[in-house]
């Protein structure tokens, strides 16, 4: 079913015993790493997505410690076996090109999917070569909407324009956009009987005509990752009409706001916000909502 939102954003479960849609019995488990890092488990494969980066100055972001980092490049428990690791672009809170090495060095079986901007740093590494061979690269000349599989699991490509921060140029003035040139990818991701959305730091200010051209509502994804900048007005807007979506984890959380974020959803199950690293949340593919499922007299405004 879609997620619904309104100004007055309703949720009320009328009857448990009603008819429900059928899926397989399946699970999975997605572990928050920090910012919009996660490790994403179900029967037969681990994915790991923008979670490997950190030692970033100051507090503006959430990253990493140094004992989860350590879990993750020697591929222990929960990271062993990653199958692929999947990086929305090349800014530091998303992607450490040194960690990204060491990883693949040892985790054999790790493939890699990033923009060509990110592969141009890893470059720079000693160690570049001895990994190559596992690295996935897509080209700024490759279509908007690529698709590939990996290790068994269909990934489709979707370029969005990352949110816009602007600065004021000392001598002409003129405001301009820092992240105009950055390549922001966004992953469709099929995996044992899951379809999962991650949207980078793509905003829906910028990309209301690619969701649109994307057609990504004509999926009923699963699971749906998105910034939090889509809890605005043109976030809601961008929802109703091209995300259909059971389940939404908002992500790349201010430090210390969690709680803020948690009370903005408060009551609606099928929205959530991680508040600490590790933490973990299991989502059924046979989740059943009610045929009757309707909403009624919820406020629903981020302040």
């Given amino acids: ?39 994403i488990e179900t029967a037969n494969h681990k994915i790991l997505i923008d979670a490997l980066f ?18 993750m490049l020697k591929g222990l428990p929960p990271f062993d076996n990653v199958d692929l690791i999947l990086v929305t672009h090349k800014h530091s809170d998303h992607f450490n090109p040194p960690m990204i090495i060491n990883f693949l060095k040892n985790n054999q079986k790790s493939i890699l999917i990033c923009p060509d901007q990110a592969n141009q740093l890893l470059k720079s590494d000693a160690d570049y070569l001895k990994v190559s061979k596992r690295l996935r690269p897509i080209l700024s000349s490759i279509p908007f909407d690529t698709s590939l599989s990996v290790n068994n699991i269909k990934i489709k490509i979707l370029r969005l324009n990352h ?13 301009y956009d820092l992240h105009s ?59 109703n009409k091209y995300i259909n979506s059971n389940n939404i984890i908002f992500m790349h959380i201010d430090p210390g706001k969690s709680n803020y ?12 916000v991680f508040q600490a690293s590790m933490e973990k949340r299991v989502i059924s593919s046979n989740f059943l909502y009610p045929s009757n499922f309707s909403f009624k007299n919820r406020m629903w405004l981020m302040g």
């Fill in 1 to 39: 079913m879609r997620i619904i939102f309104l100004n007055l954003l309703i949720i009320l479960v009328l009857n448990a015993q009603s008819a429900y849609s059928q899926k397989p019995n399946n699970s999975c488990t997605i572990t928050y790493i920090a910012n919009e890092g996660f490790l």
């Fill in 261 to 272: 974020y948690k009370s903005v959803i408060q009551g609606v199950p099928e929205m959530f």
């Fill in 163 to 175: 949110g816009s921060y602007f600065e004021k140029d000392s001598i002409t003035g003129e405001n």
């Fill in 54 to 71: 950190g030692n970033i100055r100051g507090n503006w972001n959430d990253q990493p410690s140094d004992s989860i980092s350590n879990l």
């Fill in 181 to 239: 040139k950055i390549e922001n990818f966004a992953y469709l991701i099929e995996v044992d009987s899951f379809i999962i959305y991650h949207s980078g730091d793509g905003s829906p200010a910028t990309n209301i005509d690619l969701y649109k051209n994307y057609s990504i509502g004509d999926n009923e994804l699963d699971i749906a990752f998105l910034d939090r900048v889509y809890l605005s007005k043109e976030g809601q807007e961008l929802i």
